[in-house]
C-alpha cells in the first residue's frame, strides 16, 4: 500500500531554513509527480510545489519562488523541501502528497501525515 | 495564476438532506478539476477527479460535475461522516485550492 511518511516537527527562528523529507514506498516513486502543500492552522490547503522524482525537475507557486527548493534521493525513495528565509507566517502543516498522474500532473491521490513548522523567536 | 472561488463558505445542513458545493475558475480550466474532503487533524481525501470521476473506495452519494469555469459537487443523503471541509483543487496551470466550504450539522 502507499505510504507516505514525513519527518517530524521542527521549531525554527525567523530567518532560518527547515528541510522536511517525506519517505514514500509502496509504489514506483519515479513514476508520479510529489506535491507539497501546507496549512497555516485554522486556514485553507496552499500549493507549495512539486518535483517530477524522474528527472528532479520543478516548479513552485509564485509567491515560494526563491526561498523553496525541492529534491529528492531516488536511492531511498525520499523527497526533500527546503523552505528558507522563514516568517511567522510559514508556521503551518506541510504535507507531501502524491499525484495520480503518470505523465502529468493531475490529482492528488495520497497525502503525507503532515509536519508541523513552528517559526517563532 | 487561476483563482478559484467556492460557494458558500460555510453550510449548515441535516443528516439526510442533499447539498451543493460549487466552485468558479477565473478561466477555463476544462475538467482539470478535484474535490477533496478535509476532517480536523486529518489530512485531506481525494473525493473526485477530473471534475466528474469517483475515486475508488469513495461512497456513490458523492458526485461531480461541470466543465470549463462552473463545478459543482453534491453530496445526496448527508451523513454523519460527511461533515467535513471540503476543497476544490485545479490542475490545469500549476495547482491552486478553493478556499473551502465548511460543512456543518
Known amino acids: 500500500q502507499v505510504q507516505l511518511v514525513q519527518s517530524g516537527a521542527e521549531v525554527k527562528k525567523p530567518g532560518a531554513s527547515v528541510k522536511v523529507s517525506c519517505k514514500a514506498s509502496g509504489y514506483t516513486f519515479t513514476g508520479y509527480y510529489m506535491h507539497w502543500v501546507r496549512q497555516a492552522p485554522g486556514q485553507g490547503l496552499e500549493w507549495v510545489g512539486w518535483?517530477?522524482?524522474?528527472?528532479?525537475?520543478?516548479k513552485f507557486a509564485q509567491k515560494f519562488q526563491g526561498r523553496v527548493t525541492m529534491t529528492r534521493d531516488t536511492s531511498i525513495t525520499t523527497a526533500y523541501m527546503e523552505l528558507s528565509r522563514l516568517r511567522s507566517d510559514d508556521t503551518a502543516l506541510y504535507y507531501c502528497?502524491?499525484?495520480?498522474?503518470?505523465?502529468?500532473?493531475?490529482?492528488?491521490?495520497?497525502w503525507g501525515q503532515g509536519t508541523l513548522v513552528t517559526v517563532s523567536s | 495564476d487561476i483563482q478559484m472561488t467556492q460557494s458558500p463558505s460555510s453550510l449548515s445542513a441535516s443528516v439526510g438532506d442533499r447539498v451543493t458545493i460549487t466552485c468558479r475558475a477565473s478561466q477555463s480550466i476544462s475538467s482539470y478539476l478535484n474535490w477533496y474532503q478535509q476532517k480536523p487533524g486529518k489530512a485531506p481525501n481525494l473525493l473526485i477527479y477530473?471534475?466528474?470521476n469517483l475515486q475508488s473506495g469513495v461512497p456513490s452519494r458523492f458526485s461531480g460535475s461541470g466543465s470549463g469555469t462552473d463545478f459543482t459537487l453534491t453530496i445526496t443523503s448527508l451523513q454523519p461522516e460527511d461533515f467535513a471541509t471540503y476543497y476544490c483543487?485545479?490542475?490545469?496551470?500549476?495547482?491552486?485550492f478553493g478556499q473551502g466550504t465548511r460543512l456543518e450539522i
Open positions: 502528497a502524491k499525484d495520480g498522474g503518470k505523465t502529468m500532473v493531475r490529482e492528488i491521490d495520497y
Open positions: 483543487q485545479q490542475s490545469y496551470i500549476s495547482i491552486t
Open positions: 518535483i517530477n522524482p524522474d528527472s528532479g525537475s520543478t
Open positions: 477530473a471534475a466528474s
